[in-house]
DNA sequence: TACTGCTTGACAATTTATGCCAAACGCAAT
DNA sequence: ATTGCGTTTGGCATAAATTGTCAAGCAGTA
């Protein structure tokens, strides 16, 4: 387990000096670190949690840093950012189980009711440890208008 | 259609006086208002947006009410909150596809990886509207520790 | 109609996230 | 190794989103 986490930070590691590169962007030590964290942890750290990670070693790094490489590696492909756009929380008055489809350029979010969705089979060897009770499914992709304006 | 929103108006108006007078709860006018407007939208409003739309009908709502209300709301089970606990923004460097177990209790998110449930059908009709790029589940329930502590 | 307790409104405080700009650093060419 | 350019960072100010507090007000019941 310990060689598998030190193979991931591996790859990892290549992976942002090969993107760095072909980007002409500059393999900081602060990108390194943050990086490093992220990919240490197997749970989905916030910014804020990945900013305590590091500042023990890093010190004087920027809480305005740690939110701006975050966000790079996002767009850089080299991570994900799982929530909403935005970030805030969203409210919806229909119970009942259905499904997403996330614009990614304006952020918009669509219900999207498909009854062949609703019966996923709950996948194997969670349960019983962890109860499941609902699912959705978000969908990210590009909507109509956005392909439209943005080809 | 027209009509079809003053149905799903009138059966979430009952739900909340049958939910309100099971569980010793007050039917207030900022309850009835609140879930009117999240109930007449098709999309998935914030807590500002609903604020906005219920301040000019009931003037001298507040905003802190808005927020409590929806909160109760999901916790009574009338509505659901999209987004991740807390909705902050997390991120995660596997970038693979994968999924979530996300505890409604303790608010963890968990991964999950399971090749069965990576080449789900993209639902009919929706391409090409939509160009779905990549997509994630989420299931929803209480993990091993809570069901231990809250039984 | 009066009582009782749940709810609300107003404001303060916190948390989360972004904007700005001078200083510092990475990188490539000497 | 040194220099110079352009990217990146740090610190701070600011905005946006959310939560805490508590007295005053309303809903439900007697």
Redesign the pocket.
């Known amino acids: 387990m310990k060689n598998e986490l030190h193979d991931i930070l591996k790859i990892k590691s290549s992976e942002l000096e090969s993107v760095?590169?072909n980007q002409?962007?500059?393999?900081?030590?602060?990108?390194r670190a943050i990086l490093e964290a992220l990919a240490s942890r197997k749970d989905h750290p916030?910014?804020?949690q990945v900013y305590e990670d590091i500042s023990s070693r890093?010190k004087?790094?920027?809480?305005?840093?740690v939110?701006?490489?975050l966000?790079?590696f996002v767009s850089l492909g080299i991570a994900k950012k799982i929530s909403y756009p935005?970030?805030?929380?969203r409210f919806d008055a229909d119970t009942s189980r259905h499904h997403h489809l996330n614009c990614l350029s304006c952020g918009a979010v669509l219900d999207l009711h498909d009854p062949s969705l609703n019966d996923l089979r709950p996948p194997a060897g969670v349960e019983p440890e962890f109860a499941i009770t609902d699912y959705s499914i978000t969908f990210t992709g590009k909507c109509a208008r956005c392909r439209k304006t943005e080809g």
Do not use: H
């Open positions: 760095c590169r002409g962007l500059a393999l900081t030590i602060q990108r916030t910014a804020d890093l004087g790094v920027s809480r305005t840093t939110y701006r490489v966000e790079t935005e970030a805030k929380a």
